[in-house]
């Protein structure tokens, strides 16, 4: 079946530091992919997405790029800031599919 | 952000009572869905919703049955609430496929404990 492997956390980095949180895919078919964000006590927020192979997803200073050669997507930021810490979910849904499979999540902390 | 009440928002029961969950859109939108999330497992599916009346099965729905008696509200019901269902709910909505592109919108979520 379907899954999502993320990169264990917490990732812990200094403010303006670079992020990447890596996250691989397992699909039968050509997924949909997403990020999302949950900040602490929150519901998820989509971060952003990609629909097709090549495809950049990209939102509020972050980005990632589906590479279906690798069969992944991970996520980047070029700086960050203190108020990105969260928890982020790699997501993806098969082609055709009504449902979301979630990787278990990364928790960033970013410190002054 | 998208219209989507969960109540109630926090709940404690006992082991062996029955509790419901409710979730309210305001969207119009086809999908609904109830995940849990618990520390280690992310959010996994309970079950989901793809009209009113029609409904399906998730990962780790044992348990639990749903009901949708209309476009806006999508019901989770514990028949018997065990401490093994001690988490936070999260409902969602979807205009249509996510496999197809489409966002997932969630709920701020509802925590239960079961003691």
């Known amino acids: 079946g379907d899954s999502v492997t993320q990169m264990e956390g917490p990732v812990t980095l200094s403010e303006e530091a670079f992020l990447t949180i890596n996250c691989t895919y397992t699909?039968?078919?050509?997924?949909?992919l997403f990020w999302y964000v949950q900040y602490p006590g929150e519901g998820l927020q989509l971060l952003l997405k990609?629909?097709?192979?090549?495809d950049k997803g990209s939102n509020k200073g972050f980005e990632a790029t589906y590479r279906k050669e690798t069969t992944s997507f991970h996520l980047e930021k070029g700086s960050v800031q203190v108020s990105d810490s969260a928890v982020y979910f790699c997501?993806?849904?098969?082609?055709?599919?009504?449902?979301?499979?979630f990787g278990k999540g990364t928790m960033l902390l970013v410190s002054p | 952000d998208a219209g989507i009440t969960q109540s109630p928002r926090h709940k404690v029961t006992e082991t062996g009572t029955p509790v419901t969950l409710r979730c309210h859109q305001t969207?119009?939108?086809?999908?609904m869905y109830w995940y849990r999330q618990d520390p280690g497992h992310g959010l996994r599916l309970i079950h989901y919703?793809?009209?009113?009346?029609?409904?399906d099965k998730g990962e780790v729905s044992d348990g639990y049955s749903v009901s949708r008696s209309k476009t806006e509200d999508f019901l989770l019901t514990l028949e018997s609430a065990t401490s093994s269902q001690t988490s936070v709910y999260f409902c969602?909505?979807?205009?249509?496929?996510?496999?197809?592109?489409?966002?997932?919108?969630f709920g701020e979520g509802s925590w239960l404990t079961v003691v």
């Open positions: 699909a039968t078919g050509y997924p949909s």
């Open positions: 919703s793809y009209g009113v009346k029609d409904t």
């Open positions: 997501a993806l849904s098969d082609r055709g599919y009504s449902t979301l499979t």
């Open positions: 990609a629909t097709k192979a090549d």
């Open positions: 969207e119009n939108h086809r999908y």
């Open positions: 969602a909505i979807s205009e249509d496929r996510p496999g197809a592109g489409n966002t997932i919108y």
